[in-house]
């Protein structure tokens, strides 16, 4: 009972959260797994080493399939669905590795590099960075253009702080105030490239509902939301909102 | 914006803070401590977290930390700074020669629930087994002493009869004097995800708290009683499940002795505890304690989480009673979803029942006055031991003031701000001939002290605590100690100064004895902890892994059964006059932690740099009060001086503050009544008088002085 | 506060005692007339240094004003050894 929580594990990311039900079995790659229903073809495919790249989705949160990175084939099924919202099916057949696939992810990928600040991907080790390592995308074929590198920082929290120019915008920050804490304190504001985390009425951190719990920080991808005591001799902060 | 450091380390540990017992994983960097990150496999929190336990760490490496033992033969004299050794042969010296002076049982020892099971257990051997008495008490006392004893005599067991997870299962949440999402956050989550799947929350409390309403959560139900009227709600609840015979009569010929349901059937079902004469007294609506009494009743799962606005009332274990007996009344016992559970204000409240750290038990909850038991202590310990229960918390206070308790040794534990009636402690303290404080800091009562052994953080030692939960999860040692020992170590190198030779070579042979001596943790140890990740007692033969709910089969109890308790309600004799028209209640707020010892070391004290006082708008403009204005607020055993919020979580007659700053001195005020059975003190309700005042006499100076107790550049504005 | 009345014999305040008994006795008010007193006695036997205990003896050799009639019958049962139940805990047998 209760996998949801009780089946979460320390160092692993099933990608989606762990569930009760009664056994379904399946094939990734060829090789068979067994999951519960209710399971998504992701964490059937993490279960057995098959990891598939992702941004948006983590097993401490709901799916929600706006990243469009972890895309799978699914013999008889139509287009790449994504695997995180896909749930497994009893004799289905999964593919996680294809040219198609990697040429699918690849430019979702660049599309994400776009937007990310060049200076910061030397060096850094966060989800992000590890993903786009792992799928081998260092330089993106759309060059920098519109982009969001001089948002202002949000440092008004003494704990934590908020880059934009970071934030890739997969709102697991805003899933994990409404779904883990319940506070429901996050939401994006705007639509299309205006897109943006904002806290309660756009407010800094500080001001607005949030109970610094950490949960965004935790779940946070990018290290857009990151704790500001991993700055070794403190950050530096661009001009910060007031 | 440069990248983040990469933690090149990380030690799974248990947070020090609420009774919910969040495991984190301690992330380290050149030594340092840069990171608490929730440890997903943690039983309580799965990978959750807040405020405190997430970011509040930093007051370990604080810069008033003491770092050398210190001693001073009198409290006007400065601290002289000694070696461990000399400070240890000091304490000692003194002990013995007051037990001379004045007898074996003229010293004390009291605990705290923010030490590990290990050092609670040790403290209490200090007492028995070096002390020769049983004067040892733990904090418990003044928060959830009526859980135990409460619980104990109605369903056996004086601790939480489920685990957290339990509340998935729940229907019907019933929240009775506690605020979880603010004192217990990460279990305010948990209910408050329970209530979005649509369970029914029922809430008792003076205010109108965070609880009652929140982003998709808000109470079906709010009884906003006057304060002090729980037990006359809790048995009106009761009258209406007797006389509309909701009760679950099939659990309770099974499981429960029949003749003391009827007689409490009687008493509860008798017309002085109708809805409508109970209502207008304690300030609700009639039909509201009829539709919570209908809403408990059925379930199907209903499930109860209190806090200390049950306890801390002189008929606070009356009221913990009466809890047990609706749940037995209504089946709501001995499966998931269901329970009585208290919700444990400090990491270690739970711990500090179970391990002996009272005048009257030994671990275990056995009575001192037990033969048996006793024996099996003597032979462990090699010593005889004193067969009569010694004085608690309260009581060695009163001994001081009256001459006959001269020497104490505290542990982790702050009395002249967390106790009542302050004036009356401090006096208490003032009186002793040699006090010996071990801590952190140099608290309000290290003013009184004669010796100070600096402690460690819990980042620093080894051990277990025990939540709220009965779960016990590892203290692991992150850092190095400050001061070169780990608690533990400190009371031990004391034992042998006082010439009892024990010694460990580390944390976990002292539960091993801990195992050795008491039933319900017969199976703990290091080992099946560490393979686990916890584990919840009772962990013994039957349970090897622990166990998860309790009264699954029987109670336990001799005859295995449930039992009712005759609840009368006896109005508490503080009460407003026309000198005193207002009631004050108090309460916690998330970002600090009850006095703010660690809490207001951290950057914490940006969300509440300050307690201040809610008053009724009503009450507010009776008195010339506007938002924002100092008043001082008197009581018939003190005075202090607050800030005003206007609020209308409070209703009319009814002023709330928070006690988390010591300058506040909200325990100037309170009184010197306690519960009937524990003297667990009766915080939450005091007669009060408020007064606008220009500007505040600083009350921080009116507490003793010549010590600073926070460093400057975190002294609010 | 309370520290007036104290004498060299006494462990604790008087006062302190008085309400203390009486507190206890309001609890096993509602039960029948010898299971009150027996409540009393095994609370009183229980919990309370033996100091107290004999301090509240002593106040009710010397008339015990103030006390309730069963505290005061409750406490006397202390000094009857056919009484002695040491480990008994719980509430007063039915």
Known sequence: MWSELRGLRDGVDLGTPPRDGVPVTLEIDGIAVTVPARSSVMLAATTVGQQIPKLCATDMLEPFGSCRVCLVEIEGHKGYPASCTTLVAEGMKVTTQSPTLKRLRQGVLELYLSDFPPEELEGGWSEFHQTMQAEGVSENRYGWGQNHFDAPVDDSNPYFLFDPAKCIVCSRCVRACAEIQGTFALTIAHRGFESKVAASQDQPFLESECVSCGACVMVCPSHALVEKSLFEGGYYAKPSKT | MPNPVKPERSVITTCAYCGVGCGFKAETYGGKIVRMIPWKEGKANHGHSCIKGRFAYDYYMAPDRVRTPMIRASIADPWQEVSWDEAFRYAASEFKRIQNQYGVRSVGAVSSSRCTNEEIFLVQKFARAVLGNNNIDNCAR??????????????????????????????????????????????????????????????????????????????????????????????????????????????????????????????????????????????????????????????????????????????????????????????????????????????????????????????????????????????????????????????????????????????????????????????????????????????????????????????????????????????????????????????????????????????????????????????????????????????????????????????????????????????????????????????????????????????????????????????????????????????????????????DRVNPGIVYTTFHHAKSRANALTSDLSDWATNCPEYKVTAVEVVRIAAPVSAAEAVGQGVSTLPKQLEPA | MMAGSTKDSEVMPLERIIVMANQIGDFFAPYPPERRAEGVRNHLRSYWDPRMRQQLLEYIAAGGEGLAPHVIEGARLLTDSSQAKPSYYGPPKA
């Open chain 2, 142 to 647: 003044i928060c959830h002493s009526p859980t135990q004893f409460g619980l104990a005599q109605t369903i056996g067991a004086g601790a939480a009869s489920q685990h957290f997870d339990s509340i998935l299962q729940a229907d019907v949440i019933m929240v009775v004097g506690a605020n979880p999402t603010e004192g217990h956050p990460v279990f305010g989550s948990l209910m408050k995800r329970r209530v979005r799947q649509g369970a029914k929350l029922i809430v008792i409390d003076p205010r109108k708290t965070e609880t009652v309403e929140s982003p998709h959560c808000k109470a079906e139900v709010h009884l906003a009683i006057r304060p002090g009227t729980n037990v006359a709600t809790l048995d009106s609840i009761a009258h209406v499940i007797v006389r509309e015979k909701l009760y679950n009569e099939a659990f309770v010929r099974a499981r429960c002795e029949v003749a003391e349901f009827e007689n409490w059937k009687a008493l509860v079902g008798a017309d002085r505890y109708a809805p409508e004469v109970v209502g207008p007294m304690v300030g609700v609506d009639p039909q509201d304690i009829r539709k919570a009494a209908r809403l408990y009743a059925k379930g199907p799962n209903s499930t109860i989480y209190y806090g200390l606005g049950v306890t801390e009332h002189s008929q606070g274990s009356t009221g913990v009673m009466c809890l047990g007996n609706l749940a037995l009344a209504c089946g709501m016992l001995g499966r998931e979803g269901v329970g009585v559970n208290p919700l444990r204000g400090q990491g270690n409240v739970q711990g500090g029942s179970c391990l002996g750290s009272w005048p009257h038990v030994f671990s275990g909850y056995r009575f001192v006055t037990d033969d048996a038991t006793r024996q099996s202590f003597e032979a462990e310990w090699g010593v005889s031991l004193d067969p009569e229960p010694g004085l608690r918390l309260p009581n060695m206070l009163d001994a001081a003031v009256a001459g006959s308790l001269k020497g104490m040794y505290v542990v982790g534990e702050d009395p002249a701000q967390s106790d009542p009636n302050q004036n009356h402690v401090i006096e208490a303290l003032k009186n002793l001939d040699c006090l010996v404080v071990h801590d952190l800091f140099l608290n309000e009562t290290a003013k009184y002290a004669h010796v100070f052994f600096p402690g460690s953080s819990s980042l620093e030692k080894d051990g277990t605590f025990t939540s709220a939960e009965r779960r016990v999860s590892r203290v692991r040692k992150v850092v190095e100690p400050l001061a070169g020992l780990q608690d533990w170590e400190i009371t031990v190198k004391f034992m042998n100064a006082m010439g009892y030779p024990v010694s460990y070579s580390h944390a976990g042979e002292v539960l091993d004895e801990i195992a050795r001596l008491t039933p319900a943790y017969r199976g703990m140890s290091f080992a099946l902890i560490d393979r686990l990740g916890s584990v919840q007692w009772p962990c013994n033969e039957e349970a090897p892994e622990g166990t998860e709910v309790l009264h699954r089969v029987r109670f336990p109890r001799p005859n295995g059964l449930g039992t009712f308790m005759l609840t009368e309600y006896v109005p508490t004799p503080e009460r407003t006059s026309n000198q005193y028209p207002l009631l004050l209640t108090t309460g916690r707020i998330l970002t600090q932690y009850n006095v703010g010892t660690q809490t207001r070391r951290t950057a914490n004290t940006v969300w509440h740099p300050e307690d201040v006082l809610e008053v009724n708008p009503l009450d507010a403009a009776l008195r010339g009060l506007k938002d924002g204005d100092w008043a001082r607020i008197t009581s018939r055993f003190g005075q202090t001086e607050l800030r005003v919020r206007l609020s």
